[in-house]
């Protein structure tokens, strides 16, 4: 759902405003996010199967659940802001939310299920590097 919805904002978008955008080092070709966040959105959705479906120790699931619906939320914000208003600097801030509510999700999956954990990863670290990104659009393209 987050994904799709994510697309609606960013189809549109890549082949206009999207490409007159300089480009930070490292970036890489619009054809590899959709691969790429096709895979997070899997791995996140077992992880959360995961952590649900296991024993509930002290409440520790839960709480990692309600984490992990957060950062969905948030991940959900950002492309509307990125691409669907065009607004680098707030796309900034809301993807730094983001870093840090996957590795609180990542942490809390890891003490309640550690493979749930481990699933996290390379959506921690696909955020970290669209941070990279984001703040490189950003610091290139201002004014």
Excluded at 14 to 30: I, K, Q
Excluded at 56 to 80: D, E
Aim: net charge positive; proline share 7%.
């Amino acid at each position: 759902m987050v994904g799709a919805e994510a697309a609606r904002f960013t189809v549109p978008n890549v082949e206009s405003w999207y490409a007159t955008l300089a480009r930070p080092p490292l970036s890489p070709p619009n054809w590899l996010f959709g691969p790429v966040w096709a895979v997070l959105y899997v791995l996140m959705a077992v992880a959360a199967w995961l952590v649900w479906r296991g024993p509930a120790v002290g409440g520790r699931a839960q709480g990692a659940l309600v984490v992990w619906g957060c950062q969905l939320a948030v991940n959900a914000l950002w492309t509307p802001v990125f691409f669907g208003l065009r607004m680098l600097a707030p796309g900034l801030a809301v993807i730094l939310l983001l870093l840090g509510a996957v590795g609180l999700t990542c942490a809390k999956f890891w003490r309640v299920n550690r493979a749930a954990g481990v699933l996290f990863l390379p959506y921690l670290a696909w955020v970290g590097f669209a941070a990279y990104l984001n703040a490189g659009f950003w610091w290139l393209n201002q004014g």
